[in-house]
């Protein structure tokens, strides 16, 4: 079993920054893939970054130069640092931790942006 708990959402205006965590715990190896998503009110839950065993980063185009994923193993911890946030990037905020078979997601986070 896995368990992911998110940390850091809140309000913010645009153009500041937030930081988000995940710890996760249980059955977890650093080979297996993290990430980040997000889903607006009314809208599916759409990727925003994802990171590999190796460190490959991936980024949707809309947060491209503007959020970092990246991952500490020995923490089993992945965060996502959120830069020149925008009101589009209101939402809630789900940790995703993938492990060959079958996703886990955490709780989720709520991002507010205010413009």
């Known amino acids: 079993q896995v368990q992911l708990v998110e940390s850091g959402g809140g309000l913010v205006q645009a153009g500041g920054s937030l930081r988000l965590s995940c710890a996760a715990s249980?059955?977890?190896?650093?080979?297996?893939?993290m990430g980040w998503y997000r889903q607006a009110l009314g809208n599916q839950r759409d990727l925003v970054a994802s990171?590999?065993?190796?460190?490959?980063?991936n980024y949707a185009d809309s947060v491209k130069g503007r959020f970092t994923i990246s991952r500490d193993t020995g923490k089993n911890t992945v965060y996502l640092q959120m830069n020149s946030l925008e009101p589009e990037d209101t939402g809630v905020y789900y940790c995703?931790?993938?492990?060959?078979?079958?996703?886990?997601w955490g709780q989720g986070t709520q991002v507010t942006v205010s413009s």
């Open positions: 995703n931790y993938y492990n060959g078979i079958r996703p886990y």
């Open positions: 249980g059955r977890i190896f650093s080979i297996d893939a």
């Open positions: 990171i590999s065993g190796g460190g490959s980063t």
